[in-house]
């Protein structure tokens, strides 16, 4: 030990000298690789950083793709992607932590909240996207059962729909708690004999109408369009009492079916005001639902969304340099 | 052959003995049997009445106004004093120092994204850390784990992770020790502290992050504001009792040599306390970890983000490995604050094997070397950004995926109808009985049980509690929410049982599950969920299973430490007296551990209690969801808020009622007429 | 007594709720424990004591456990806040003494050694003797310089480096008794230092303090519940019982004139002739002893007498300050050696 000891004090030295050493050649490179890869970036205007909102279902994450790869190689911008719930997402306008969100489902409270009272964002215009959401049974159902799509049959088969989480009634499955949604209040106000359990996100609810399909079970749940699972398993809307303006303002005594909405981008104030070419580019993003549904598709088939990206805006150049003319 | 003969007729006075002395039901028996007696009564005469229960969509004017706070907030921020005084610059103080950390770390906001320090001399800088504050070992695990974050195709999220928890423990010790330290030197500050920490305990980590975002916004600022609140309570516990548990004896010789208040702190105090404060921070780093973790749903960068992701994907494949990370950064922040209390244990130095010359040489050479390392992953991108060809990741999730996939192809028979039965057998009509009572018969049910443990003062805090909860307008979900927690304890108690048993019987049995356990407990409970997920659904099972992963860890420890604390003489003359290894379980080892038993069954709870939130996130009911669905919804804002208060005061009774079941003799004081 | 190194003046402790008012209270005070606790939920560990310790003197506190001898010691430098009465350490008044100067006191004039002997384990016996040194602001060779030379006056050279859970239990009292003795103290208070020792470890440790005092001549205030060890070690010794003095004197005072049972019954199982001296065995002197008999100093301890007595024929006579006082022959000491026959 006693040696081992000795021998470490001598030559330890040494490698000290010949660390240093290296530090030193090291240190002779100069800049860090940031700021070089910073000056060795895009030329033209700087883009700076944006900040995406990422929500939790497909549709979104491919407009956000799609955004954040023309923002990223066509622009040279910073994306920095963000996880985020639907309405924590607002509150990211407020804090700086988010710049673009890239698909916005109404939401006339935040709306209210965010751009016209405290004016940290601002409506970035429509995605070119109409959104419907509502109740919706797997094909096999409609062909059986033929009246079911009209909600005031609904109760008749509330027995069909009962599960061990329903405690006895039937089971409208809803997906992430965070989605907009009516359903606690529907089934309350239209008298229903339903129960309203959440699978927790898009995956769950896809899942289960899939297996539900395939199984013949019987399954009611919400659900939404665009959405890339429809081509796969066309599934049947149910037909709750049509909407009507203003009839779903209260979101406790809403009785009514959900509206179409007409889906936008939002963007914060700061990035706005900084007149990036990023802000610009999500101005200008507009697209169909054949368009979000390809690429939610190639995404859902093992793409990454990156990738899946690319091969869209390779296929549609046209469109692309449109959004930033 | 005759002694066998001769053991025959002895078993017959043994059973005589047995039925002998046939005890008078006690007073707490009684109240207990007649406290379950009108419980049942008034379930089957009354069912259905007077329930109390609350639709999901319906608010009370309560809830209405808490949401006014929400508006309010929103109304304020810009100008009232509060926000520009207070709330604001915190914010921007803390968020200076997370960004510190994360850039330095993780990645900057430009260019390529690239930290300050690269990858290689971030490896290097820890491995470097952990070596002098521990040992070579624990150096060499951090150099690997890092490096395999990167081989995960995880580095940056691992790193982001791994700033904000640096970040957040040290404004937790800035916050934290100094407490501590009052509170162990003044009984006053620590009669007023213990309360505060006890309620910060008791609070689900989930219920203020939705306050928090809304005073604080998103962003690491708040993730790590939440983290402190998290992980200081620990932290001040361990301090205040690392001062206070040094003896009087040496307390008072050192003030027999004239000591000031200051020379006393750091002479004595501080030294001695070391230990426990180290072990203090360890906990603390565990906290903060968990914490930080969930914190992503409030916007903080890293792992947890890609767990959520993956949660909401149902992408089992990217939680494990995500869920791996996070596992492997627990174990290396826990071996490395733990060598550094073995580090900081007195008279450890004496053990070491290298001179403190020699060590200090070393450190300097290694030193040298990491700054040489660091510049390099300033200058080189090789060093900067973890090698793209070395990652691994997708690899390990579509691996992870094609498995998962096989298991929940061929097992989804056996989970699902595991999941119906004993949902159906007895989670339901368990939860039946606790919603569709009258909240009066509950009430007073409660009330008796409580008066039973623990007399009139607890019989009053119970009734308090349930009043609060009422007053919060949310009985039928607590009824719900209890309803869960209270099977999934009792599944812990029996794993507790059986595995504590087990386990403080043999040696090997306990080296076998201690490495186990302490996996389970360094684990944060968001990781498990998604495998859970995707075996069971989203049901209240699983959120029962997930509370049932996180809780039996402590509660089979303290069982086994319960049962193998028990003096070896008394197990001895138990055996040398014929006992069969049963008879000794059941007649010796469980009572004389009682008192270990109960409080398995309260710190069970606690935990399950705990994880009845991010529970919600996988499909439990009751408040769990309120508090999810409040954070993610402004409109039920309000609701969430309060359902987060009333898991509070839940978990304050329940507490307290096990507790007084802990404390309680194990036979009550015969009665003055048995007298 | 000219100058005492301490001297204690009516000193009460009295713990419990509003315990201030016991003493200066007639009829509270002179309640027994058990009534005083009923009525006020007082305790009385130090009742209204007064005592005076000469320099140089080796003072006992004996009793049993729960007698307030260790309360008592710990009031003479205020460890335990003294509830009433004077405790004065050359003439100045401890308990009027300002934090600053009791401090002083406690690093510079009067040090202790305790029972569970209070070691820092943090720290190697150097760091542990020098400990009183350092909270005093000396520099650290100096200090350092001076617990080496302390640590091998206690027997430890060679140990400077070592930890206190490294070394026996008679090792550590020796650092503890390092340490009182490394700020050079007028006083040192010992805590039953030595009850917690193995009784051959104890032996040498009395030893030690008996050859330290006769080396340094320190004042010593020693509690012990060992009658042997107070025999032992004690110029005088104070005997206490629940917070009382019972006797105070000298060991052959006790041992010869027990002051009640309670003494008595103490002092029973000693062996007498160890303790008493001559003085207590002495008779008139008779006419038939011839007036060149062998002659013994009355403070001679009579086991010393014995082959004297035993060898000569005749009575031993016995003197004082060289006057012939009486004298003694075998008979009074098989007495001594045989006190249950000699009373039977």
């Known amino acids: 030990m006693k040696k081992a000891e000795r021998l470490i004090k001598r030559t330890l030295p040494a490698m000290a000298g010949a660390a240093a050493a290296a530090l030193f050649l090291a240190g002779c490179g100069g800049a860090s690789v940031n700021q070089t890869a910073a000056a060795a970036g895009a030329s033209g205007t700087p883009c700076g950083t944006v900040n995406v909102a990422m929500n939790a279902w497909v549709g979104y994450t491919a407009d956000a793709a799609v955004y954040s790869y023309v923002a990223k190689n066509k622009l040279g911008c910073t994306v920095v992607q963000k996880d985020l719930n639907e309405q924590v997402s607002w509150q990211g306008f407020a804090s700086g932590e988010v710049d673009v969100i890239m698909e916005n489902w109404g939401h006339a409270d935040l709306t209210k909240q965010y751009i016209t009272d405290q004016k940290v964002a601002v409506d970035a215009g429509p995605t070119g996207n109409e959104g419907h959401i509502g109740w919706y049974v797997p094909p096999w159902m409609a062909e059986k059962y033929p009246d079911i799509t009209d909600g005031k049959n609904l109760n008749k088969y509330a027995s069909l729909f009962t599960t061990s989480e329903s405690g006895g009634k039937g089971q409208v499955l809803d997906g992430d708690p965070a989605f907009v949604t009516n359903d606690e209040a529907l089934v309350k106000n239209l008298n229903l004999d339903y129960k309203v359990v959440f699978a927790g996100s898009e995956a769950a609810l896809i899942q289960s109408f899939r297996t539900a399909q395939q199984n013949k079970t019987p399954l009611l749940g919400y659900f939404y369009e665009p959405q890339w699972f429809l081509s796969e398993v066309p599934l049947k809307k149910v037909n709750l009492p049509a909407w009507t303006e203003g009839c779903d303002s209260n979101p406790e005594t809403v009785a009514c079916d959900y509206p179409t909405y007409k889906l936008n981008k939002v963007i914060s104030k700061k990035l706005d005001d900084s007149g990036s070419a990023a802000a610009k580019l999500a101005k200008g993003f507009t697209w169909t639902n054949e368009d979000q549904n390809s690429v939610a598709t190639d995404i859902q088939g093992g793409m990454t969304p990156e990738a899946a990206a690319k091969k869209w805006v390779d296929a549609h150049q046209s469109a692309v340099d449109k959004w930033l003319s | ?675 | 007594m000219n100058n005492p190194a301490i001297s204690v003046r009516s000193l009460w402790k009295v713990f419990g709720p509003g315990g201030e008012k016991i003493p200066g209270n007639r009829e509270l005070s002179a309640l027994g424990s058990a009534e005083l606790l009923e009525r006020t939920k007082c305790v009385a560990a130090v009742r209204n004591l007064s005592f005076d310790v000469a320099k140089g003197e080796v003072f006992v506190v004996m009793g049993l456990s729960g007698s307030g001898k260790s309360t008592l010691i710990r009031c003479l430098t205020r460890l335990i806040e003294p509830t009433s009465g004077q405790v004065l350490v050359d003439g100045n008044d401890v308990l009027k003494a300002g934090v600053a100067e009791l401090r002083e006191l406690r690093r510079r004039k009067v040090s202790m050694v305790f029972q569970h002997f209070g070691l820092l384990p943090h720290r190697t016996v150097l760091d542990n003797v020098s400990y009183g040194l350092q909270i005093r602001g000396t520099g650290r060779n100096e200090r350092h310089a001076k617990a080496r030379e302390i640590i091998e006056l206690v027997g430890l050279k060679g140990y400077e480096q070592h930890y206190p859970d490294q070394l026996s239990g008679g090792m550590q009292q020796r650092v503890g008794l390092g340490r009182a003795l490394a700020g050079d103290p007028d006083t040192i208070l010992f805590d039953e230092p030595f009850s917690a020792l193995d009784p051959l470890i104890r032996r040498d440790m009395q030893a030690e303090v008996i050859r330290l005092h006769k080396d340094m001549g320190k004042t010593m205030v020693f509690v012990t519940h060992d009658l042997s060890e107070a025999l032992k070690l004690g110029d005088r010794i104070l005997i206490m019982r629940n917070g009382e003095p019972v006797q105070c004197g000298t060991g052959d005072d006790l041992v010869g004139s027990p002051a009640d049972k309670y003494i008595e019954d103490f002092v029973s199982e000693v062996p007498r002739a160890d303790v008493l001296t001559l003085k207590w065995i002495t008779r008139p002197v008779a006419d038939s002893t011839p007036g060149d008999a062998a002659v013994l100093n009355s403070r001679m301890i009579i086991r010393d007498a014995i082959p004297a007595v035993m060898h000569s024929s005749c009575p031993v006579l016995v003197e004082e300050g060289g006057r012939i006082t009486g004298q003694i022959d075998r008979d009074s000491i098989l007495s001594v050696l045989q006190p249950a026959e000699a009373a039977a």
């Open chain 2, 1 to 675: 052959m005759s002694a066998l003969v001769q053991e025959r007729p002895t078993a017959q006075p043994a059973a005589v003995i047995v039925s002998e002395p046939r005890r008078r039901p006690s007073r707490r028996t009684i109240l207990l049997l007649s406290a379950a007696a009108v419980w049942i009564l008034g379930f089957l005469v009354l069912n259905g009445t007077a329930t109390l229960a609350l639709p999901a969509s319906e608010l009370t004017d309560l809830h209405r106004s808490l949401n006014q706070f929400n508006a309010w907030v929103g109304a304020n921020r810009a100008d009232n004093p509060l926000f520009l005084y207070v709330f604001t610059p915190l914010r921007s103080a803390v968020d200076a120092v997370a960004n510190l950390f994360t850039t330095t770390f993780a990645a900057t906001a430009t260019g390529l994204r690239l930290p300050e320090i690269g990858w290689l001399g971030t490896v290097g800088l820890l491995t470097w850390i952990a070596l002098a504050v521990g040992n070579l070992r624990v150096a060499l695990l951090t150099a690997a784990v890092f490096v395999f974050f990167g081989i995960q195709g995880l580095f940056v999220e691992a790193t982001y992770t791994f700033a904000l928890v640096l970040t957040s423990v040290l404004l937790t010790l800035l916050l934290g020790i100094p407490l501590g330290i009052l509170a162990g030197i003044y009984t006053r500050v620590a009669k007023v502290i213990t309360p505060v920490l006890d309620f910060m305990q008791t609070l689900p980590t989930f219920v203020y992050l939705a306050p928090l975002a809304l005073v604080f916004l998103i962003g690491p600022a708040s993730a790590v504001i939440a983290t402190v609140i998290y992980a200081a309570p620990p932290v001040i516990r361990l301090t205040a009792h690392g001062i206070r548990r040094i003896p009087d004896n040496t307390r008072e010789a050192s003030d027999s040599l004239g000591t000031t208040g200051l020379q006393r702190l750091l002479t004595l105090q501080l030294p001695m306390a070391r230990r426990t404060i180290v072990m203090g921070i360890n906990q603390g780093t565990m906290a903060a970890l968990s914490m930080v973790t969930i914190a992503a749903l409030i916007a903080a960068p890293g792992l947890g983000q890609t767990v959520i992701r993956a949660l909401q994907s149902l992408d089992v494949g990217t939680a494990v490995n995500a869920g791996l990370s996070i596992v492997l950064l627990a174990i290396v922040l826990d071996r490395v604050t733990t060598a550094a209390s073995r580090r900081a244990e007195p008279g450890a130095a004496r053990s070491r094997r290298l001179g403190r010359r020699t060590r200090n040489i070393i450190l300097g050479v290694a030193l040298a070397v990491v700054l040489a390392m660091v510049q390099l992953s300033r200058t080189m991108l090789w060093a900067a950004a973890f090698p793209a060809d070395l990652n691994v990741g997708p690899q390990i999730v579509q691996a992870v995926n094609a498995a998962s996939h096989w298991l929940q192809s061929n097992l989804s028979l056996f989970t699902v109808s595991l999941r119906e039965g004993v949902t159906g057998a007895i989670l339901n009509p368990f939860q039946s009985l606790l919603t569709d009572t009258p909240f009066y018969i509950l009430v007073m049910v409660f009330a008796i049980v409580a008066y039973a443990l623990g007399g009139w003062k607890l019989a009053a805090l119970t009734t308090a509690c349930l009043a609060v909860i009422i007053f919060l307008g949310l009985w039928s979900d607590s009824m719900v929410t209890l309803a869960g927690t209270l099977v999934a304890t009792a599944v812990v108690m029996v794993l507790g049982i059986v595995f504590g048993v087990a386990m403080g019987r043999s040696d090997r049995v306990d080296q076998l599950m201690r490495p186990l356990l302490d996996a389970g407990q360094t684990m944060p409970s968001f990781v498990y969920l998604v495998p859970f997920l995707g075996l069971f659904g989203a049901t209240r099972f699983t959120a029962i299973i997930a509370g049932i992963i996180y809780a039996a860890p402590v509660a089979i420890k303290i069982t086994a430490d319960g049962i193998s604390g028990i003096s070896p003489t008394v197990v001895e003359s138990a055996v040398a007296s014929g006992s069969t290894p049963w008879q000794v379980i059941t007649k010796v080892q469980l009572p004389m551990a009682r008192q270990s038993l109960a409080l398995a069954a309260n710190q069970g709870l606690i935990y399950v209690l705990a994880m009845v939130v991010v529970g919600a996130l996988v499909g439990a009911g009751g408040l769990g969801y309120d508090v999810v669905a409040g954070f993610v919804q402004s409109s039920i804002f309000g609701k969430g808020l309060a359902a987060g208060l009333a898991i509070v005061f839940l978990g304050i009774m329940m507490d307290r009622m096990t507790q007084a079941a802990a404390a309680a003799p194990a036979r009550s004081i015969p009665s003055k007429t048995t007298a």
